[in-house]
């Protein structure tokens, strides 16, 4: 068995069996100032409290893209989210409101997403990508009453039909669209004032983020997280990210998705940590040109990223100084090991694997800078958490046994409800005293969880949650497509692409143009990356005899497999 042992230096985790063994999360409770002053609030330990104890000239943030480059400390930072928060004070905002953001990396919307969580509200920031649909689904849910998002997205942003959306707030200077729901943000801000007065104190058990999340069937699920979770926000950003003060952070994901609010805002800012943020699309001269530029020492990335990294000509690579990097980890699809020594060979560094779940809130299974690594494994639970392989009726299974992954329920950032959907919710605790994750795993003698795949069909595509549901939903509104069955079909460089088989209307006739036009229908209506690289034209799809398309019989063609069980199959 491969083992790349620990590199020498000195870690905030340094002794791993010692800690699972006395290891208490009140521990963690003495970080925060709420622990003394019992007033709480996420925002505030993130960024107000650094100023309190002195820390407010230290570099928060380092924005740039191709047109801007900005720098701002704690103290910035404090007020800029004040700002904000007055703004949306001012505006009639109340504790548990959800403020939805929708906009591309840029410093408002961190302004923004925290200056809401500071009023008490709950944020749920979407990916820019999503198209109207998408943006109308996740506002009817959550019965959102604010959205923040820039010129360029205003006109996906639906407002007909949305009874509780009462505001639509577009940064960015130029005339906004008529109508009296649309605001200015830049006007609002610069009339805010800076001071404290806006700040709510919640309960730990207060929401501050929903975020919508793909499954395999019904509609994406708000997946709620309170306050609480700031525990394991900064006990994992120390232990596995093992962050400093003065650590130049880059968490290479947007905070349309957990990893890039989790680990891209709370986990490195609760720390002290300076934060990079780097607007703009993926490049590898673009990232490596990052890392020397702000000297980058605590990297944290995708696979896919890291494989599209690995495939760009070797020039690109040794045209920027990487020294700088200390520790590099991933997260959000299977971490081949192929990777792992790839980033041995030119970073001089092992890869950390990190396992986690939108609705884990943080991270769960991980391996550490001063454990050894089995590249391909995801490594081992964190302190505090307790993880195993158990069959469909909760027993354990042994060592090397493949099973359902499951974590012992009551974990400080575990989710707290699906938004409006108890059934959904329950789901995940169906086996008492379990969250069943709906991966599959194993774990061998050593403890190392092995990740063998989805047991539902949620696609991972380059490193995204996709539902197949919402996409096949989408494929059937076009006029030409009769039935949909979308699957993810593995892929070298983004683990899986999406792959849609379609069955047209009687007197469609196939053809490429055809496809190309329904692959710019999900573009357009859905999001850009839910389209199916991939189409297949079928006669007919197969189906159980209650109509479910059988994506697993799809997915038996699309990889030559045997099908299996096709009793429920419908034959006609
Ligand atoms: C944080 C995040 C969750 C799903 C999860 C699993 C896959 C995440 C992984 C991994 C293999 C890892 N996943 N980390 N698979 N190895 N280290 O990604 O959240 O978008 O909700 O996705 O991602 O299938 O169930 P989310």
Redesign the pocket.
Known sequence: MEVLEAQQGTYQLEDYEKMRESFDWEQTKEAFSWHRTGKVNIAYETIDRHVDEGRGNKTALLYSDAKREERYTFQDMKDKTNQAAHMFKEMGVEKGERIFIFMPRSPELYFVLLGAIKVGAVVGPLFEAFMQDAVRARLEDSEATTIVTTPDLVSRIPHDDLPALKRIIVAGEQDLPAGDIFISLDEKMKAASTDDSALEWVDLEDGFIL?Y?SGSTGKPKG?YHVHHAMLQHYQTAKWVLDLREDDVYWCTADPG???GT?YGIFGPWLNGATNVVRGGRFSPDDWYGTIDKYNVTVWYS??TAFRMLMAAPKETLDKHDLSSLRHIL??????NPEVVRWGWDVFQHRIH????????GAML?CNYPSEPIKPGS?GRPIPGVDAAIIDDHGNELPPNEMGNLAIKAGWPSQMRKIWNNEPKFNEYFAIEGWYV???TAYRDEDGYFW?Q??NDD?I?TA???VGPFEIESKLVEHPSVAEAGVIGKPDEIRGHIIKAFIALRSGEEESDELKEEIRKFIKTELAAHAVPREIEFKDKLPKTRSGKIMRRVLKAWELDEPTGDLSTMDDN
Do not use: K, Y
């Open positions: 975020h999340t997946v998705w957990v990893t989790s995708a696979p991933s997260v959000g699809e299977p971490l694997d990190t396992w986690w779940m939108t609705e884990t299974i995801m994750s709906g991966d990740f795949g989805r949620v991972m490193g995204e949650r």
